[in-house]
Structures are given as C-alpha cells and as structure tokens.
C-alpha cells in the first residue's frame, strides 16, 4: 500500500505561481508513474500532467503546457507540479496519483493509489 499526502494548495491572484508537493510514504513509490489530476467544482476529474518513474519523460494536458512542470525527486519519494502563470480556470482540487503500472498513463482508471487533494484557488 502506498500513501500520498499532497501539500502546498492556496490561494493566488491570476499570474501568480504555486508549487504543489506529493509525498509517497513507501519507495516503492520510485517505480510508479506519477500523475497529477485535478477536479473543479461541478466538473469531472481531468489529467494535468504525468512522469515517467525515472523522471525522464512527461506528458501534459494542452490546458497546462507551457506553464505547468512536473517533476520527481526519487530520493525523497516526492513528485512536484510547479504551476506558473495561474488562471482562474485553474481553480480545483489537486490530486496526485500513482499508477503500478509501465508507461505514462494519462487516465484516472489507471492509476492505483490517490492522494486526498489540495485546494488551490486563483483569483482574478
């Protein structure tokens, strides 16, 4: 079983930046997947971004490219998404999420295990 346990949600004014944290609790967690997702108020859960286990390859959503990076530090079990840039439209919970499987897996049905999620809330 693996735990993850998001941190660094808030709130900031559209152009601002945020740089949210994932924390496995086993490390296991370096070979999984990660992926980060995220679910505004009445909208369905949607793919933000994904890395490999290594860390050497990602994918993102078209909403988040170029102002979205994911990132992984294996050695403290940790996975990041530092968002620049922010929206209003960026405002949702953020969820991270571990997948056992290979690849970089870019739907929810997916991935194994979920974290309980960060709010971040971006003002106009």
């Known amino acids: 079983q693996v735990q993850l346990v998001e941190s660094g949600g808030g709130l900031v004014q559209a152009g601002g930046s945020l740089r949210l944290s994932c924390a496995a609790s086993?490390?296991?967690?370096?070979?999984?997947?990660m992926g980060w997702f995220r679910q505004a108020p009445g909208k369905e859960r949607e793919f933000v971004a994904v890395?490999?286990?290594?860390?050497?390859?990602?994918s993102y959503a078209e909403s988040v490219k170029g102002r979205f990076t994911i990132s992984r530090d294996n050695a403290k079990n940790t996975v990041y998404l530092q968002m620049n840039s922010l929206k209003p439209e960026d405002t949702a919970v953020y969820y991270c999420?571990?997948?056992?499987?290979?690849?970089?897996?870019?739907?929810?049905?997916?991935?194994?295990?979920w974290g309980q999620g960060t709010q971040v809330t971006v003002s106009s």
């Open positions: 086993r490390r296991t967690f370096n070979s999984y997947p």
């Open positions: 890395i490999s286990w290594s860390g050497s390859s990602t």
């Open positions: 999420a571990a997948a056992r499987r290979s690849g970089k897996p870019t739907t929810g049905d997916q991935y194994d295990y």
